[in-house]
Each structure stands twice: as C-alpha cells, then as structure tokens.
C-alpha cells in the first residue's frame, strides 16, 4: 500500500429522497491508479465531483496529505492540486498549445523595463515536458482546435504534471477516442502516475481497468462494493461486484 494521498471517510450524498452515495470509504495512494467502476447510476460520477469541489457531501470527511480536506469550489479543489479532466475538455481552442499550457501563468521578460511575454522561454517549456510524457505534438503553435481528442487530453493531462497537480479524476477520460488515442492515453495515466500523481478514472471498459489500474474500486447503489487490488482479482470476479451476483467458483462465472 503507498503512502495515501486522499483518504475518503463515510461520504454519503442524498439528492432530496434519493441516497447517491451511502457512506463511501477507501483511500488513493500517491501514484496509485484506482479504477472506479460500477453499474449505471451507482454513484460514480457524484463521487468524483464530491472529490473535485464541484458538489458538497450530505455528510463524511476527507483527508488530503493527511489534513482534513473540503474544497468549496473547483477551483479551490485545483488550487490545492485535485482536478478533474473532463472529455468536453478546458483548454482555448481558438489559442496554441503554449498558450494554453501558461494560460494565466505567462512567463514574461524585460525589454527596456516592460514586461513581454517570453514566447521562446515557455515553448521550450512545454517541449520539454511533452517529450518526457512520449507526447507528440506536430507544432506546440498549432491553434488547438486543430488537434484531436487525444491530443487535447494529453495537453491536458502534461499541463495537471508541470503544475503541480497531485490528485486527476478522469470519468470516462477514452469514451470519444479512437483505439491508438486510447492506448496512448492509457501509456499517458501510467506516466502521470509515475510522476507520484493520484489517478481516479471511471470507466465502464473492464480491460481499460485491468490495463492501467493499481486497484479496482467498486461502486454498488452508493456503497463500495470491492476494493482490491487488481492482481487479486479478475474481471469475472469485478463484474460480479457490480452486478451483486455471486461468483460460484474461482473463474466459473460467464
Ligand atoms: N443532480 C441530480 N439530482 C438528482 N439525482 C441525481 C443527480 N445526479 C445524480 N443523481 C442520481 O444519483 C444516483 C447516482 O448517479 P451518478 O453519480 O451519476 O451515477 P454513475 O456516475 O455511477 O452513473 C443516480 O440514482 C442518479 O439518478
Ligand atoms: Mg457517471
């Protein structure tokens, strides 16, 4: 077990009589993957915004590098380094690739005391931390809208690492990408977990969860329904979480 870097305590979240989440407890360690499956309206999605600042908990506690932790917002959750990235994603498609990297973070220098941007300083930047992710990108000045779901989420994703981001949330990060994108991606979490980064990615693909998962968290009608480690366990095994049923004898099941 790593070092934990969030630590959930009993999250419960009620949308008036509805009970989303019933108590949610389980931890994500410092460059861990944990996968977050369940069935459609188990309570995922609601969990990764709870985590993100985005939606307020009806009750329960989070621990964040050991300290009691609440965003308020999502931007609080991303100043203290959590983040979610989403597939209708947050970059400027109408600026490049360096622009959004430093988006409101411009390194400038001075010429005659006034202060200009420092276009070469930060595309070099950038090329530096692109080529140590194995991410390519053709021209760091083409405009965004120019580049392809699997780009952008790797921009994204190189952007979380270089400033400092330490807890990514990723619901269905793959569900608009094309196979290669999706392999890449999945090459893309493992590097970001390398860096000691937390990864929580929601997906509904069984293999996408065995390929770049540590562990494999599983959400039943608000509550979590397995937590194992993923050479522990198989995919039979995990979907019999999901749906409740019994397993009846190691690998029998389907
Ligand atoms: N804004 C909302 N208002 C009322 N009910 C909601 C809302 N969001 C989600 N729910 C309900 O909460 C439960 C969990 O939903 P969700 O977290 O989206 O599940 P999942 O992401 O696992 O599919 C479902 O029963 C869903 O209908
Ligand atoms: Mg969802």
């Not at 400027?92 to 988006?103: E, I, K, L, S, Y």
């Not at 991410?135 to 083409?142: A, F, G």
């Not at 069984?206 to 480690?229: E, L, N, T, W």
């Amino acid at each position: 077990m790593t070092e934990p870097l969030l630590v959930l305590d009993n999250i419960k979240k009620s949308y008036g009589a509805i009970e989303a989440l019933k108590g949610i407890s389980f931890s994500i360690g410092k460059g861990e993957v944990v996968a977050l499956l369940g069935d459609n309206g188990a309570g995922k999605s609601t969990l990764v915004k709870i985590i993100a600042g985005g939606l307020a908990p009806s009750s329960g506690k989070m621990v964040f590098e050991g300290k009691p932790f609440q965003a308020k917002s999502p931007s609080e959750a991303k100043e203290a380094g959590i983040e979610t990235v989403y597939q209708d994603l947050s970059l400027c498609t109408n600026v490049d690739v360096v622009a959004n990297f430093f988006m409101g973070r411009e390194l400038t220098r001075s010429v005659l005391g006034i202060p200009v941007l420092d276009e070469r300083r930060m595309e070099a930047q950038v090329a530096e931390a692109l080529a140590s992710a194995g991410t390519r990108i053709p021209s760091l000045r083409t405009k965004v809208e120019h580049l392809s779901g699997g780009q952008r989420q790797a921009i994204e994703l190189n952007r979380f690492v270089h400033w400092g981001g330490k807890l990514v949330l990723l619901d269905e990060p793959f569900a608009a990408l094309g196979v290669e994108q999706t392999r890449r991606g999945l090459e893309m979490i493992r590097h970001v977990a390398s860096q000691g980064i937390g990864v929580v990615i929601i997906t509904h693909i069984m293999q996408q969860a065995f390929q770049v998962a540590d562990r494999i968290v599983v959400i039943r009608q608000g509550v979590v329904a397995g937590d194992v480690a993923r050479k522990d366990t198989s995919p039979d095994a995990v979907i019999a979480m999901i749906t409740g049923e019994s397993l009846t004898g190691a690998g029998s099941a389907g």
